[in-house]
């Protein structure tokens, strides 16, 4: 099949979704790839490397879309390139922050079928395509390392000549990949680490990295089936406000990472909160992408309040934008064979895989979980 | 006693204690066995230079067949059987004491100090019941009886009876020495008791019952040592009693078993999963035995996984690798790609221990040598490694790659229990006949491990 | 008419106290070997199946005597042959058949 | 004594010389205190601590200096600076980068008595009051984090479904005490670390760390007396040059942090070695303040070069303004103790540190050191 | 013999092998002295009721008068003086060996079997060194003979001369046992030799020479044993021999040495520092020892420096500290500002190896606390614990405040030789009375004191 | 003639694996104490010394015996005492005197 990779348009997306590694694989697996020039040079992916991997090299984002059958992109596609799209082609990204009626419109007046990254089912079989996973790792990892570059202190304990310097005192708020990577990662450069989750399993995971977890009274059914945390009731948050806000007083560093899939993600930090936090200590919230977890979080901006420095820092992942690549590659290029997997190189909606992940096919919303979203909001 | 005699049974003794001493140790086990072989030799020729042996002919065609029979044996027979061959060759130790005493009931017939025919009936039965009894073992392990636990109603009862019997017997021709129906009676018993002994108990205790029994046929030995007022007969006998004994101790620890248990215990079978069929028992193997096949091995892989990070076992299993690395055998970390609970898990944990980058490997890169490869030590590794994921269709793990663990030589797997991990799906590679469960905490089973390999 | 016992007794005693102490720890891969092995050391009482079998005295002791030889013979050397053949194959850290 | 500590005025300068703790101490040992306004703010030590520490909040900049008979300050003082402050002042702070003629005139007009930090000596008993080891600790951690943040990989090795990514690889050159804390920090994020030297005593420590060593043939005596490095030839700066070369094509970070005391800091990465490192690498020169160990860095800047970002930054310790200040101020109050140890608090000149750490009293240039600078200067 | 006496005599030889059992490990020392007394009680008791004996009153004479000496002595000494006491009382059992064997030949005047006069010979012989040779002994160590090794020329010759006619003598007098010149001559020559042996050993040298002749006159017992005809003291005499030449062994292994080195080696002391003064002289503590103060602690402090981080036994470390808290023992780490090479070096280190902060204090936290601490257990680290820092205005280190571990009760110092750290001084706190210095790499060491603290 | 002898012989040699084999690892600091149990032990020749002053033959038999009684009883009742002494304190973990 003839795979195309268009530059990415949105503001300050460094990364690429197919590297030249990732290349080479699918040319073997006998397809084609086009690439527009320039759409590595971010990641420092140059079109040298694409071309030593024999892609072809695109000057023309029209041409280019004109060319292919199969589009690989990371963020959801803006109306320009909706233009730019040929009838019928495949388009495989992120999507779920995408899903407005404009978006169906226009993927179904051109026939598009598109999968959406998000929804691959997260399965043991699944693993190695599950970019939300990959991301949220480089998430994790950069929110301790942007908080130790915002915090006037040393994250390790040093007893030194010039005095015993104390350890940062780290605080993770929710402990899925992202939350469990910040963890980790803070460990190592020596912070204490304290960590929370609504989800009991959690415990043991927190444990078995070092840090310590902060007990309370949960809900026995956290959990969703598919591994997810529930939404929990008013009542609850309230209490969970209460623990968190006295453990923020006492730690430098806050690291917020609680979401509900597919919801606004749940206000655990208030402003009264960040009042009785420490001068100089700060939060990073990495939820800001749906609204924030602390309550005066400004999405994409840094801001300095009550001695506190807040960052709601969106996409992270592509501040790593050369590792950030090679994953997200890796996953989309794991998915695109397991779609195509069968001889005749055609989807098959019998498939899990394929049938949770597809959004649109054939000019129609096909998405189980997207028609009983857009029932409910048609409902309301 | 000839003086020069006299000298070579203490030599003998003392090669007998050394080769003992040598046999308790992998290292050294070998050359026990030879130094035993030695001393025997020593023993048997300078009996046959004693005054007392009159009749060559018969000792050595005696000679010739037993030897004959006992090298075809031992030279046949499968390496799955030997259990069987021991409990035979018991037996027979055990039947050769029960006969000399005979023999020497009848050369002095009836005129016999206390001591001696004391020392004859304790011979005697102790020698018949370590007879039959390991027989009926040896039918068993073979096949011929039965293996499960034959148990009726009145049995402990009718033990009780024989065994007073046996006593009052005893005591009816210690008094009178001359009373030869006694002493045949008290065959009787003894072969009787024998056989009782042993059937109520199931195929997997065998090993224990055996041990048991060699203790008593050492023991037989040195009753007839006593008859015959002949040192070497006792030490070794003591000699064998003793250490038999400890085994026993031993092996009943190793089972989690006591000796009572195992011999009145109502059910005589171990097995983990009663529900399950005979395929899936495990057998508790120790830190002892993972050394051995770890010392033993060439190319060694370890396969962490969620349990390590739980046991915080990394620093120990870095010092056991750079242990093993010493000794020269070359050692891999297989790291797969969703161990632990979050991405690089393991990385995070490994990095902690120091462990150098080079040592690690990734699925694809080490997943071709594991059938090259002599030891695969999975720590705390549960689904990364289950086989069902190649294989099982209905399995949630299908589809998932996994680690090859499965094809080394031998897979030693140290978790605490037979528990699924993450995926809730149960292991066959548990099962399987090249795997050594070793339960327990992972930092303190690999910690064990190293104290071992020290020495 | 005691003292001899006396003597025997002092051995035995000895010899036991050596037999304790010779074997303290042996691993579970090593259980069969020296069961084997002691077994085939049992086998000492072909030494006095040697002198019932060769005192000559009456049919019976002899031929008592020589099932004496033949068995406890067979213990012996196929006991001191079988352990052999296992430590060996165990040195060379095949897998367990 | 009256010991007073004006508000840092040059730029960027987040530190301030006392931290209220110190402030305690030293009102315990009988002195007073007194601190302008604000001087704490950029380091999160705001007014309210210096008063509860029972310091003296002063208003007016002159009316503080005005006051006074100790100044405790970071930056070298400035010609405003100079204006204010009374006659026959006690001055305690870095001075090495100041020592201009300009400079001399003023301290000596004034009868100022200034102390260098930089020239305490370093010997056992003054590795309390030793600034530079523990500013250059900060710049050492700094550095790393700095690095971390601009290079578009992880730092640590990861084995994930969504491939291996393999370790960053950090250089070294130059293990003193910056280049070790480096060396540590990298370690522990994760990174695979050599480092290089001309002290061959350092191969030992390095690898105390985990890290390699990069073997070259060493001179024997590169140490001097004081345990500095000695300027080397250029014969063998060539092939110190060469052989980092080799090894900068290899790594993704260099550290650089070759400094000979008192002297402009030699050349080792030259622009053509910079060509030859791979896209997106990162180079961190802290040696930028004496001018830079790299050809092209430009002190103050980060500049992006041939696919290379060089971070030629100045006064790291100041990025960690918490720490730095606690530190300073911990290493200052022990010199401080030390000057005035004896019963009537005399100078005492016959002191080793006294003596040594001495620029200007009584109207005179009392230092050894700079006195045979100066003349040096005069001559050439 | 008495079948009861003889059965007690057994009893008694099975508790002396228990009790030497225990007193070789440290938790059970205790009961095994105690076991050998009463062991010792019941041979005396029985042997008082043998029938042989026919006069009681010198015997309980003897004994009162013995027993009291004893107890006084063992009383009064102090703890200081027990080696030198040992060494007179093992000097009094082989001098009564001696005696026993003379009385036993005069009571038989001549009348002799032959087994009985070599046994005789050989009492005497190996019982009137032991008797000498431990008195040397005593006197080196009790300060009442010059401590030096002496040694002149034609030693080495003089004693082959004087064995050589100790050896012909020996042989007159087991041809001619009426020959009694001949047995005092023997005597006169056993009585020199035991001089001639220990005068050229050095002070040092004096514990391995007292286990030596320990083990003699053990066998000097059992040599009477013989001549008697008595188990019991066969039986206890080659225990004692035995272990004692184990013993012997152990100790020179823990010197370094070998028995023949210290023996005939040319000059008998052992000094590290030979052009230092006696005080200067260190031992070569076993992490043995180590283990067994920190299992007798309360309270111990590790204190960590650059050699931990050389030797990279963070890990290791951590591991001794967390095995020693589960043990219930108070455990804390004294990090010293500037330990290491790089401010913060121990903390990046423990860290890694995940110890706890809340175990760590800095210098001010916990200086004061090593006064009231059983154990400070020094790993690698030396200029931060120097205590010239706080005395000698010479030192370069004077002035730096250091970490007071040389107030602790015992200091137990973990580094390969005596060599100075970073500031090229030497360490005084090595030669103080309560350290132990224990050589060696690091991490080795400690992982030695794991094992020993696990079992 | 040689029996008894004989006899000794094998008891002694049992005894020696006996005393071989329950020494087998002892710290330095158990040295001193262990080294004064076996002495007071050996003190046993105190048995001996017992029979031949009770013996009562000859007048020098005698004395000799008596002289063999009171050091022999000050080498075992010291001995015993002196370890035990020693054991107390050291297992209290005081220091080295
Ligand atoms: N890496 C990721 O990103 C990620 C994220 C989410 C889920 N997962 C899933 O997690 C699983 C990872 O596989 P895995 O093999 O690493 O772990 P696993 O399958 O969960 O098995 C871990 C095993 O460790 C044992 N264990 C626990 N504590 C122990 C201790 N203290 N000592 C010894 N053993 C201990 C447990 O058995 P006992 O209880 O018998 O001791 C358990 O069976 C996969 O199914 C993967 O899909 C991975
Ligand atoms: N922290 C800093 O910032 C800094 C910076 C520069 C200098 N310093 C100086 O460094 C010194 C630090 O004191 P310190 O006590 O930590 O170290 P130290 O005085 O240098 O002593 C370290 C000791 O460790 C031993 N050692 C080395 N390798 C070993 C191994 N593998 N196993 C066991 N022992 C080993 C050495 O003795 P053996 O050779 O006998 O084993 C050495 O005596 C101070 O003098 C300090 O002033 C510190
Ligand atoms: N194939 C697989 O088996 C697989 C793959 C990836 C992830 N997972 C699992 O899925 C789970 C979700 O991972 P994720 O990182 O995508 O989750 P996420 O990003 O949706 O949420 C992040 C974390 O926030 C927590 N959270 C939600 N509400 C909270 C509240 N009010 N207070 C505190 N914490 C709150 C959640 O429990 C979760 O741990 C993880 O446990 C992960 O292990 C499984
Ligand atoms: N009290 C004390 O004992 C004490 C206190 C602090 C520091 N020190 C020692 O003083 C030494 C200097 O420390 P610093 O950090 O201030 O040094 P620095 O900042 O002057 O120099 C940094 C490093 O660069 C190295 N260097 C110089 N020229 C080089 C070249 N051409 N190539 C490669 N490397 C080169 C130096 O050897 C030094 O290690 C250190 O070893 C430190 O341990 C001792």
Known sequence: MKIGIPKEIYEGEKRVAIVPKMVTQLINDGHEVFIETGAGDKSYFVDAKYERANAVIVKDKQLLYSEIDVIFKIQPPQREEFEMMKDGTTYIGFLSSALTAEFFKLMNERYITSFAMEFIPRISRTQSMDALSSMASIAGYRAVLTAAQYLGKFFPLLMTAAGTIPPAKVLVVGAGVAG?????????????????????????????????????????????????????????????????????????????????FGKKAPILITEEMVKKMQEGSVIIDLAAEQGGNCEITEPGKNICKHGVTICGLLNLPSTLPIDASSMYSRNITQFFRHLYSTEDRKLDFEDKITKSSCVTHNGEIVNDYVIKAIRKGANT | MNIIIALAYLLSSILFILGLKNLGSPKTARRGNQLAMTAMLIAIIVTLTKNEILDFTLIIIGLIIGSAIGAIIARKVQMTAVPQMVALFNGLGGGASALVALAEYNRFSGDLRIDVIISMVVSLFIGTVTFTGSLVAFGKLQGLIRSAPVVFKAQRFLNILLFTLFLIMGIIVIINPANSTGLLIILAIALILGILFVMPIGGADMPVVISTLNSCSGLAAAATGFVLSNNILIICGAL???????????????????????????????????????????????????????????????????????????????????????????VRYAIHPVAGRMPGHMNVLLAEANVSYDLLFDLNGINGEFKNTDVALIVGANDVINPSARTNKESPLYGMPILNADQAKTVVICKRSLSPGFSGVDNELFYQENTLMIFGDAKESINKMIQLLKT | MIEPLLVSVYIFTLAIFVGFETITKVPPLLHTPLMSGTNAISGITLVGALISAGAGHSTLSTVLGLLAVIIATINVVGGFMVTDRMLEMFKKGKKKN
Chains 1, 4 share one sequence.
Request: proline share 2%.
């Open chain 1, 180 to 260: 469990l990577q910040a963890i980790a990662t803070a460990r190592r450069l020596g912070a204490r680490v304290e960590a929370f989750d609504t989800r009991p399993a959690v415990k043991e995971q927190v444990e078995s990295l070092g840090a310590q977890f902060i007990e309370m009274e949960l809900v026995a059914d956290a959990e969703t089936t598919t591994g997810y945390a529930k939404e929990m009731t008013e009542e609850f948050m309230k209490k969970e406000r209460e623990i968190i806000g006295d453990r923020t007083a006492q730690n430098h560093v806050v690291i917020t990472t609680a979401q509900l």
């Open chain 2, 240 to 330: 064998v009693g003793a250490s038999g004994f400890i085994l026993t101790r031993i092996m009943c620890k190793a089972m989690n078993r006591s000796l009572v248990n195992i011999i009145f215990g109502p059910v005589g079978t171990v097995s983990v999963n009663n529900n399950n069929n005979d395929k899936r028992k495990v057998i508790n193997y120790t830190e002892e035995d993972a050394s051995i096949m770890l010392e033993a091995a060439k190319k060694v892989i370890i396969v962490p996984g969620y349990g390590l990070a739980v046991a915080q076992a990394q620093f120990a299993l870095q010092e056991l690798v750079t242990m093993l690395i010493n000794k020269g055998i070359h």
